[in-house]
């Protein structure tokens, strides 16, 4: 859902191997990570009959053109005679909200279609590439000599669409955490003080961020302590989020129309998951309500907190397909400690702030023997201004 | 005292900007990190009259040739015709264990000596340049058209030669810290258990830090728990290194002739500090060990702990000039606390270990407001492995 290094366009003619072209198509994949939601994101590279860049596309917002349509957009069959074509999802080979794009190319004089991974459509796996072959074009599955550039090639291609994959797979919400702590993990002092712990540039990444996931989701805490705005404020995308409050209690109800985030989000935006053996109490409590927010109903663990799994559940069904928790330190701790988290981004600013005085975003968390320790996979570094970034998946 | 990265030498000819020999000349200085304690760690590039790479030396080892000498070694009178050195710090004026830079370059035909610090000796600086000089060399301190470039190459300079700045200016023991811990801060279990938090690669490359100190040391907590050997173990480094062990009460003699450290390392090189009122006792107790530690008495602040400060002196008097805390998370605490740590080494492993149940580097560290956060300066990143490590200055 996010990528750590944006390639640049080469110049018409320059040589590519498909490795290459392949990483520059899921590069440009991630262009659209703030718009194609619940579609995957997916990029694609046009390459001469000799090999040589011609035009890269991506999958720009839901609804719109598929990313070979870019990738091919305004070439002449002259220019294509021959060509390769590369994308990093198989070619769909049904009209949807768009024309097929298989039946597209094979109206083309490309050579050869090289594609990231088979459809995770079962029903339809393979569709694509079939239609391509019935007119004797080469469509294949990607793979490179170089098993190990293969491997890391193959690794990106589940990233890049991994919110995707998820919801299809698992029929569940993907969910991310994003936590920014000091160099020694700790996220606020115990006064509540916490801002500001990371910079600028760090604040802006986490901005586009939340751009790229359906809903941003914070625990009651956080409310209270900050009464955040949870909106999105970047200086080049402009999208109206969803917000989702766990408030097991219903308690913060009564402040609600004090809450900056109930004068900045349509009632319909925000959602709020309370008991479900609260049901009657609280619908009568917002009948009132100017703005209301969408309630969600939740069944409850044995000690009387939300089951986050059933909270997910719910959340999928209204239609969210990946959302991104902000905290506070117990609902961080909670989403790691029940395994519900896949990926994860963790800001770090160069500043020790000492755990005697402080709070630890895993304070709730505890394993008992090193060999439990939850490994982070895939990492990668990036840094933002003097801060750095760590994120990886969980499972 | 470490360096993130080493530049490579370039062609005998290739072109390259005074900025870019300085650099060059940096990344040299570094090479002679395990072998130069006390003496500065000093590197040299020589380019010819067209600005073209000749070549480059550093100071090797303490008592060796100065870096000057090794970058103009077996370059004839004719090459080193109208030829810039560039050295990262003023060539000397005096002899002392070697002759005089300065009037070694004095007898060669070359037109320029760029150099980046003046000899931090006030009754010296400028004497090496005044040589130079009186011959009709231009000498001049490196700066910069590009003042942004000018001021990272600054910093850079004082870095390479930290620790001997440190000792010149202060007469004070360098003190660096070394920390491993999770992404969560945690740097062992309740239980103790903490093998292995990182992975192979940044374990080397600590074996290699501990190279670059005159000592190691350690908590009364680490010996009890780990019983660690303390040594330099890496592939192309072989040293003998000190030991300095925190144990105020004088616990752990007891236990003396069963510890690895003792086995492995020579009496002479093992620091054990004590509080100085348990003097007399101590001394009767250490007589009849076979292979007896060094001891170091130490005044007691008013809790009974010992003075992190007085026992530095105690060490600079012994001739240490630069150590290396490695922990536990106690004694860590306490140097960073008591502002004694000049530069931190935190590495963190791509783990999630869970605060709860476990332990933190800064445990007993506490700050009231965020505005008396502890900041590293100029931090830099690298990573090992799966594994980052974030280094930078505290004071």
């Given at each position: 859902m996010?990528?750590i290094k944006?390639?640049p366009?080469?110049?018409?003619?320059t040589?590519?191997?498909?490795?290459q072209?392949?990483q520059?198509?899921?590069?440009?994949a991630?262009?659209?990570?703030p718009?194609?939601s619940?579609?995957?994101?997916v990029g694609?590279?046009?390459?001469?009959?000799k090999?040589g860049?011609l035009?890269?596309?991506?999958h720009?917002?839901?609804g719109?053109?598929h990313?070979?349509v870019n990738?091919?957009?305004?070439l002449?069959?002259d220019?294509?005679?021959?060509?390769?074509v590369?994308v990093t999802?198989?070619?769909c080979a049904h009209?949807g909200?768009?024309?097929?794009?298989?039946?597209?190319i094979?109206?083309l004089?490309?050579k050869?279609?090289?594609?990231?991974?088979?459809?995770?459509?079962p029903?339809?796996?393979g569709?694509?590439?079939?239609?391509?072959?019935?007119?004797?074009?080469?469509?294949e599955?990607?793979s490179?000599?170089?098993?190990k550039?293969?491997?890391e090639i193959?690794t990106q291609?589940e990233?890049?669409?991994e919110?995707?994959l998820?919801n299809f797979?698992?029929?569940r919400?993907?969910v991310?955490?994003k936590?920014?702590s000091s160099?020694?993990?700790?996220?606020?002092?115990?006064s509540?003080?916490?801002?500001?712990?990371?910079?600028?540039?760090?604040?802006?990444?986490?901005?586009?961020l939340r751009?790229c996931?359906d809903?941003?989701?914070?625990?009651?805490?956080t409310?209270?302590?900050d009464?955040?705005?949870l909106?999105?404020?970047?200086?080049?995308i402009?999208?109206?989020?969803?917000?989702?409050?766990?408030?097991g209690?219903?308690d913060?109800?009564s402040?609600y129309?004090?809450?900056k985030?109930s004068a900045?989000?349509?009632?319909?935006n925000?959602?709020?998951?309370?008991?479900?053996?609260?049901?009657?109490q609280?619908e009568?409590?917002?009948?009132?309500f100017?703005?209301p927010?969408q309630m969600?109903?939740?069944k409850?663990?044995v000690?009387g907190d939300?089951n986050?799994?059933?909270?997910l559940?719910?959340?999928?069904?209204?239609g969210?397909?990946?959302?991104?928790?902000e905290g506070?330190?117990l609902?961080?701790s909670s989403?790691v400690?029940?395994?519900?988290v896949?990926r994860?981004?963790m800001f770090?600013?160069?500043?020790i702030m000492?755990a005697?005085?402080s709070?630890?975003?895993t304070e709730s968390?505890?394993i008992?023997?090193?060999k439990?320790k939850?490994h982070?996979?895939?990492?990668?570094y990036?840094t933002?201004?003097g801060?750095f970034?760590i994120?990886?998946?969980l499972?």
């Amino acid at each position: 859902m996010e990528q750590i290094k944006t390639l640049p366009i080469p110049a018409r003619g320059t040589p590519m191997t498909t490795e290459q072209a392949m990483q520059l198509a899921i590069s440009e994949a991630y262009k659209g990570g703030p718009r194609v939601s619940p579609n995957p994101l997916v990029g694609s590279v046009v390459l001469d009959s000799k090999g040589g860049f011609l035009q890269a596309g991506h999958h720009e917002f839901y609804g719109g053109p598929h990313a070979e349509v870019n990738a091919l957009k305004n070439l002449s069959a002259d220019v294509l005679k021959e060509a390769h074509v590369i994308v990093t999802l198989e070619p769909c080979a049904h009209e949807g909200k768009t024309p097929s794009c298989a039946k597209m190319i094979a109206k083309l004089p490309v050579k050869k279609v090289t594609f990231g991974l088979i459809d995770p459509n079962p029903l339809v796996a393979g569709q694509g590439a079939q239609i391509l072959k019935d007119v004797g074009i080469e469509a294949e599955v990607f793979s490179s000599a170089d098993k190990k550039l293969e491997a890391e090639i193959k690794t990106q291609l589940e990233e890049v669409c991994e919110a995707f994959l998820w919801n299809f797979r698992q029929k569940r919400v993907f969910v991310s955490l994003k936590m920014a702590s000091s160099l020694d993990g700790q996220v606020a002092l115990k006064s509540g003080e916490s801002q500001w712990i990371t910079g600028p540039e760090s604040r802006e990444y986490v901005h586009y961020l939340r751009s790229c996931y359906d809903g941003i989701l914070v625990g009651k805490g956080t409310i209270e302590f900050d009464n955040p705005s949870l909106n999105i404020r970047h200086p080049t995308i402009e999208k109206k989020n969803k917000v989702i409050v766990i408030d097991g209690e219903g308690d913060l109800l009564s402040k609600y129309s004090d809450l900056k985030l109930s004068a900045l989000h349509e009632g319909k935006n925000i959602f709020w998951c309370v008991a479900e053996d609260l049901k009657e109490q609280i619908e009568k409590k917002i009948s009132k309500f100017k703005n209301p927010p969408q309630m969600v109903y939740v069944k409850t663990n044995v000690g009387g907190d939300l089951n986050l799994e059933n909270l997910l559940e719910h959340l999928y069904q209204q239609g969210l397909r990946s959302v991104m928790v902000e905290g506070g330190a117990l609902t961080a701790s909670s989403f790691v400690q029940h395994n519900l988290v896949n990926r994860i981004y963790m800001f770090q600013a160069p500043i020790i702030m000492g755990a005697g005085g402080s709070r630890s975003w895993t304070e709730s968390l505890r394993i008992k023997q090193m060999k439990d320790k939850i490994h982070v996979n895939n990492p990668r570094y990036q840094t933002f201004g003097g801060d750095f970034m760590i994120t990886g998946t969980l499972k």
